[in-house]
């Protein structure tokens, strides 16, 4: 019988962010590699791409509960969730998908080994429970630092995660993260080093590669062909960047041919418009996330691209 691994993931496909296309990969290498696969994860709410949806349909496994869907004959637990406006909805859902997701991986037969990405940490504990009550290995796969990210001050909040931090990096059986970066600002959080691994986040060389064309693959009503210089931020509008320095530079750079393409969605993304209509910058173009088959001529569309990260990110040693 071949060795099962769940993966335990916050987003999988058929969502169409970064995370998501991340683990479908992984779960299809595994896949490749003889092992038996499952995902539990949540119904697509980040952002929804009707065209993934209909390749990959979700039906009721136990209606009202959870549904299930086929990514290329891995089995996918989805568990219901909604991106709710109102924060107290949007904890209730939360607290719900880890319920509910409990359950179904208690009750899942043979798992040997879990696998999951941070964020959230809480996923880091659950699997933990979840490790001693089914005799499994937890592996916990760190793509941001929680609770760093949060920009937390003292208090019983900071510190109940800070707690929760230091469970999940000496309990599970294996850590990992994207770069050295990352290594060096939480190894010291380890009571055994050598438990911490680097693996960098790849490249599909598939998809991206130095011959991608734009001209006559994007839409030229939403990406026009001009002489300006063409600046592109693609991913995440949240507080971990810095967004200041964009409209700065967009006001001083007002009669310059220079045009800024921001693509993405988050909690930013509506603060962000607002300053754009306010000084009237209609040279920052501000995009919803696009299909990722259309990125690479996205990146080839564009001159240079950006990132502003928020000052307090690089203090905390995140990459910048």
């Known amino acids: 019988m071949p060795k099962k691994i769940l993966i335990h993931s916050l987003v999988f496909s058929p969502d169409g962010v970064s995370t998501a296309y991340l683990y479908n990969d992984i779960a299809l290498r595994f ?3 003889g092992y038996d696969v499952r995902v539990l994860t949540t119904s697509p709410h ?3 791409v009707e065209e993934q949806i209909r390749e990959q ?3 009721w496994g136990v209606w009202g509960i959870y549904r299930v869907s086929s990514y290329h004959g891995i089995k996918v637990y989805h568990v219901p969730q909604h991106k709710f406006k109102r924060t107290v909805f949007r904890i209730l859902g939360f607290v719900y998908w880890h319920i509910i997701s409990f ?3 208690l009750f899942m037969r043979h798992v040997d080994v879990i696998l999951s990405p941070s964020p959230p940490l809480s996923l880091g504990v659950l699997n933990l429970i979840l490790k001693r009550l089914k005799g499994c290995r937890v592996i916990y796969n760190v793509q941001e630092i929680y609770p760093d990210i ?4 003292d208090g019983w909040v900071l510190r109940m ?3 929760a931090e230091r469970k999940v990096y000496n309990k599970s059986d294996a850590v990992t993260t994207i770069d050295q970066v990352f290594h060096d600002n939480i190894v010291g959080r380890f009571r055994q080093p050598e438990h911490l691994h680097i693996i960098p986040n790849f490249v599909d060389t598939s998809l991206y590669h130095a011959d991608i064309k734009w001209q006559g693959v994007l839409n030229e009503a939403i990406f026009p062909q001009t002489d300006s210089l063409k600046l592109l931020y693609a991913g995440n509008i949240g507080k971990a960047q810095a967004w200041q320095p964009l409209i700065d530079l967009a006001v001083r750079t007002k009669d310059l041919p220079i045009e800024f393409f921001v693509i993405g969605k988050g909690a930013l993304r509506d603060e962000l418009q607002q300053q754009i209509e306010e ?3 209609t040279k920052i173009h501000l995009l919803p996330y696009q299909p990722r088959q259309l990125m690479p001529a996205i990146l080839s569309y564009s001159d240079i691209q950006f990132i502003f990260m928020d000052p307090q990110m690089e203090m905390q040693g995140f990459p910048s």
């Open 103 to 105: 359950f179904i991986a």
């Open 57 to 59: 349909p979700l039906h």
């Open 161 to 163: 995660l800070k707690w």
């Open 279 to 281: 000084k009237q910058l």
């Open 31 to 33: 896949q490749q590699a």
């Open 150 to 153: 949060m920009h937390l001050n």
């Open 46 to 48: 980040f952002n929804i």
